[in-house]
C-alpha cells in the first residue's frame, strides 16, 4: 500500500507530493523512524505543522530590497546596511553562493536576480558632534547601527523560485536543528559515562570521600537522565514534539531604529530630515548569532561586474 492510500485509509488529510517529499526527508534524516509502526500517521500532522510556519515565516520577509549602487544614495534602508556603496560589489564579490548560481547556466542571462540577504546587527559607543540646545558639542556619547557578515542565500532569477528554496531551507533548518539535539546529547551521555567510570574507579580506592560520593550520585543521575532521553523507543515522540513547535526554533523578531545617514541612533523619538525610521525582521534559529534578513533583487550587470573584478584581482595576486 502506498504512502498516499495508507494515510487515507487512517484519517485525516492525505499528503499532496509536497508533503510525501518532506515526510521523506524527515525519514531521510532519522533512518530509525521507519521501525516504528504508524510512524508516517504519527509524523504527518507535525509535518504540516512545521511546513505551514516555514512558508509563513518567508512570506512575512520584506522587499525585495534592490541592492545596487545607486540604491546607496537613494534608498536609507540599504544606505544603513552598507558603510558606502563601494561596499555593494564587494560584497557581491565576495559571495560563493552568487558565484555558484552564475556558474549555472543560463542564469547570466536573466536581467536580475532574487535571493535572501542576511546579516549581522552590530552596534558601538563612539563620542561624536550633537547639538545640546543651541550648542554643538563633539564629545557626545552616541550608539552607531552598523551591519557585518552579509550573506547571500536562495538566489534565482525568479522571486518566486527563491522562496521556494527558502521554505525549503526554512523547513530543513528545522529538522537539522533536531538532528544537532539529539547528536549534542548522545556526545555529551559519552562525556558523562567517561567521568562516571573514573570517578567509581576512585570511590574504590577512597570510599570514604563524601565529596566524591556526592558528585559521583550527580554523575550517576545525569547518566540516568540521559539515557532516558535518548531511549530509542522515545525517539519518534521526540521528533513529533519538536517539528510540532516550530515557532520555538526559529521565528521572526522586528527590529526598528531611527538613524541618520552616518547611521547614529536616535537616543529620542525624533522626526525630520535627516532621520530615518527602519524595520527589518531578526531571523532567530539554531544558529546563535541573529540575523537581520531580507528579500532583495540585484541588478545582474552589477552582480557581473562585481564577479569579473575579484577575478582580476585574484589574477593579479597570484601573479
Known amino acids: 500500500m502506498s504512502l498516499l492510500s495508507w494515510l487515507g485509509s487512517h ?165 537539522q536543528g533536531f538532528c544537532r539535539q539529539r547528536e549534542g546529547l548522545q556526545t555529551r551521555r559519552e562525556e558523562v559515562h567517561g567521568r562516571l567510570e573514573f570517578m567509581r574507579a576512585c570511590m574504590k580506592v577512597s570510599p570514604a570521600d563524601t565529596a566524591l560520593a556526592a558528585e559521583l550520585a550527580n554523575c550517576e543521575r545525569e547518566w540516568q537522565e540521559l539515557n532516558e532521553r535518548l531511549a530509542p523507543e522515545r525517539l519518534l515522540d521526540d521528533v513529533v514534539a519538536w517539528l510540532s513547535a516550530p515557532a520555538e526554533r526559529l521565528r521572526l523578531d522586528p527590529v526598528e531604529v531611527t538613524v541618520d545617514g552616518m547611521g547614529v541612533e536616535a537616543e529620542t523619538e525624533v522626526q525630520g530630515r535627516g532621520w530615518h525610521r527602519l524595520n527589518f525582521p531578526e531571523l532567530v534559529g539554531r544558529d546563535r548569532r541573529r540575523w537581520i534578513v531580507l528579500l532583495v533583487v540585484i541588478p545582474m550587470d552589477e552582480a557581473l561586474e562585481a564577479l569579473s573584478r575579484q577575478e582580476e584581482a585574484n589574477r593579479y595576486i597570484v601573479i
Open 11 to 175: 484519517g485525516g488529510p492525505a499528503p499532496n507530493a509536497d508533503e510525501e517529499r518532506l515526510l521523506a526527508a524527515v525519514v531521510a534524516a532519522e533512518p530509525r523512524l521507519a521501525a516504528f509502526s504508524g510512524w508516517q500517521k504519527r509524523l504527518m500532522p507535525a509535518v504540516r505543522i512545521s511546513w505551514s510556519h516555514a512558508q509563513d515565516l518567508v512570506d512575512a520577509l520584506p522587499g525585495p530590497v534592490c541592492i545596487c549602487r545607486s540604491a546607496f544614495a537613494e534608498d536609507p534602508l540599504v544606505h544603513a546596511l552598507f558603510a558606502s556603496a563601494a561596499d555593494i560589489p564587494g560584497t557581491l564579490a565576495k559571495s560563493r553562493e552568487l558565484r555558484v548560481f552564475l556558474a549555472q547556466p543560463g542564469t547570466r542571462a536573466a536581467p536580475r536576480c532574487f535571493g535572501l540577504l542576511g546579516m549581522r546587527r552590530q552596534e558601538k559607543r563612539v563620542l561624536g558632534a550633537a547639538l545640546w540646545g543651541d550648542l554643538v558639542r563633539g564629545d557626545s556619547p552616541q550608539t552607531v547601527l552598523y551591519f557585518i557578515d552579509h550573506t547571500l542565500r536562495g538566489l534565482a532569477t525568479d522571486l518566486e523560485e527563491t522562496r521556494r528554496l527558502l521554505k525549503q531551507a526554512a523547513f530543513d533548518g528545522l529538522l
